[in-house]
Each structure stands twice: as C-alpha cells, then as structure tokens.
C-alpha cells in the first residue's frame, strides 16, 4: 500500500514557548526525511502558536492547527490522530521534548522488519531546564518482559513510541479523554492482548524534567489513573474486586505496603487463591506471556511470604503451600520448614 508519506509525527502543544522549537527542529533534523510534523496547540496563551507557525512556513512537512478552546492533552491527541491520515507509522513527541536525529530511521527500520510488531519505543535520558541529561532510563525490550512490566507501571516511554497506525485503525483505538494524565500507558493497557510491543535498546529521545510540566504538576492524580489502569489488566484476568486487585498488586510490586500490618493466614491464603485464578485465566487468554507471570508470581511468593510474619498460622495455610505450584518450600531451608510445619499444625499465634 502507497502512502502520502511513511511516518507521521504528533506533537500536542500549550504554553511552551520556552521549548517548542527545539523540539520541531528535533523532527525536522531527522536523518528520516519521508515524514510530517502534525501539531496541534491546544489554545495556548504565550506565544507558542505564533512559533509553530512561523517553522510552518519555512517547512512544508509541517501541518499545524489551534483548538479553538483548550480542550486538555487527551483530547489533543486524539485530534492529532484525527490528523495523521494516510500513513503507515504515527510517531508521538511531546513539545519539550527532544528526538534524537536517527531515532525514526532506526524505528522504522526495525518496525519495517518486524511485522508483528505494533509499537515501539526507546531508551530515553531525563534532561532538566539546564540541559543537563541526569538519568538515562532503560525500559524492558521485548514484549513478553514489558507486558508483564505493565502490569505494575507503563514501561514505553511516550514521547519515544512509534505506533503501527493499522492496529489503530483496526481496532479503534483512540486515547480515553476521561484520562488527564497517564493517557499513554491507559492506551498501551488496551493495547496488550491486540499487538506486540519493543523497546529498541539505545537512548534516542531526551525527556525533559522541570517543575511545570504535567507530570511533575499532576503527581496525585497520576498515581489514582495509574491505579485504574492496573486494577483493569486484572479485571481482564478475571479480578474483578477492586480492594482485592489493590491487594493482589500490593503484594505483587508494594509488598511493604501490603504487609504494613500482619495479615492473618486466611488473608494469605485469600490472596494467593487470588493469583492462582490469575496465573489459571492467563493461561486460556494467554494475554500476558505464561511462563513470565508464573516466574513473577513464583518469585515473588518466595521473596515476601517466607520473610514476613503472619499474625497466625494454621492448617489451611500449610496445605496451600503444599499444593501450589510456586515452590516455595523449595527456597526454605530446613529449619524454616520445620518451623513454619510446626506452626501450622498447632495454628501457632504470633504476639503483635
């Protein structure tokens, strides 16, 4: 199929006059030249639009529109995707930060390689306001570890995705407009069971870091979305409660959290009964890879349950441990055993 052009580049845009020109002439300066620069200011009230239009005329590729009103990042995004017609390849880049010269080359080489493959993102170092690069964060490469990766935190970095516009159009994907912040990884969690995900490992973007940007304004309301968007991978699995899937991912990625006061053996139990519907659903949707989420649930079984106390044993919670198939007997060494057999038997309470 023949498209206008090959990639094309969005750009939301509002009150960053500060930085928005690095940041086009990031794109503009692409060793890949088959592109567009689609950007949309959300009615900015500095002199943001007067910059986009001024690199307008001097660059054709650019294609640029204002909302009318501000109408918020996520709808901003969809009006850019809105825009980016006739294309094989939607590139995201936030209007502060900056892609490096070959970072659409080097995607679009690999994407053109690897059909099955639907989105692909980078590594990427954090600058500040000084230009100075401070942490180069490596998000997990393949598409079985970021899945899983997923599970507790978004692990495609936004402004380095390239996004297979027919998985898109296919499925109808647009970015939900409720989500403020974190919109990015709410529409990576939808992507999961629909398309294969990679992180080409080389930093290729810098993402800039200052006081004012959403994700530092926003911090609480980042973290209630991003809750949202955990509970619902394990809704998908079959954990439909929400204060057992907050417990459930407690235990898994904020084990001191969930152990912040002893549980009594029937809430262990509860909640391992809990993952192992989890490990069982996944197995028949195969939405995450089978032998990664066995090996998180296993490890983590091991490296929390065996280290804290809980507030009593008793039968039930040794005839679990004997049946599962996380091992976690295999990781106790003989006196642990015995002790917590003991224990078990004579539903030993522990003193709080």
Not at 141 to 152: F, G, P, T, V
Not at 236 to 251: D, M, P, S, Y
Not at 288 to 295: L, V
Request: with cysteine; aromatic share 10%.
């Amino acid at each position: 199929m023949n498209y206008n052009v090959e990639v094309s580049v969005v750009m939301p845009a509002y009150n960053v006059e500060k930085y928005i020109g690095q940041a086009i002439e990031s794109i503009l300066n692409q060793t890949f030249t088959n592109l567009k620069l689609i950007i949309v200011d959300d009615n900015s009230t500095d002199k943001t639009f007067d910059i986009i239009c001024n690199y307008a005329q001097k660059d054709k590729r650019i294609v640029y529109s204002q909302n009318q009103s501000n109408k918020g990042i996520a709808v901003t995004r969809n009006v850019l995707l809105e825009l980016a017609t006739d294309t094989k390849y939607i590139a995201l880049l936030d209007s502060d930060d900056i892609a490096l010269p070959n970072r659409i080359e080097k995607q679009v080489s690999f994407m053109n390689a690897n059909q099955q493959v639907g989105v692909c993102g980078t590594w990427f170092e954090l600058f500040d306001d000084s230009e100075n690069t401070t942490t180069l964060l490596s998000p997990p490469c393949d598409d079985k570890d970021i899945k899983i990766k997923m599970l507790a935190d978004s692990a495609i970095g936004n402004s380095t995705a390239m996004i297979r516009k027919s998985v898109l159009d296919t499925n109808n994907i647009k970015y939900n407009e409720e989500f403020r912040v974190a919109q990015d990884y709410e529409l990576w969690s939808r992507l999961i069971p629909l398309t294969n995900f990679y992180n080409l490992p080389e930093k290729l973007v810098l993402y800039r870091w200052y006081s004012q940007n959403v994700s530092s304004k926003r911090k609480n309301e980042q973290i209630e979305n991003a809750n949202k968007i955990r509970r619902f991978q394990l809704s998908r699995l079959g954990l439909t409660n929400e204060k057992v899937a907050q417990n459930v991912w407690n235990f898994l990625f904020s084990a001191g959290q969930y152990f912040e006061e002893a549980k009594t053996a029937d809430e262990i139990c509860n909640l391992l009964e809990s993952i192992v519907i989890l490990k069982e659903n996944n197995t028949t949707k195969k939405i995450y890879d089978t032998n990664a989420i066995h090996e998180l649930f296993k490890v983590k079984v091991k490296n929390h349950l065996i280290n804290y106390i809980p507030k009593n044993y008793n039968f039930k919670l040794l005839v679990f441990y004997l049946k599962n198939d996380f091992k976690v007997f295999v990781n106790m060494n003989l006196k642990q055993k015995s002790t917590f057999i003991i224990k078990c038997l004579i539903n030993w309470k522990t003193r709080i």
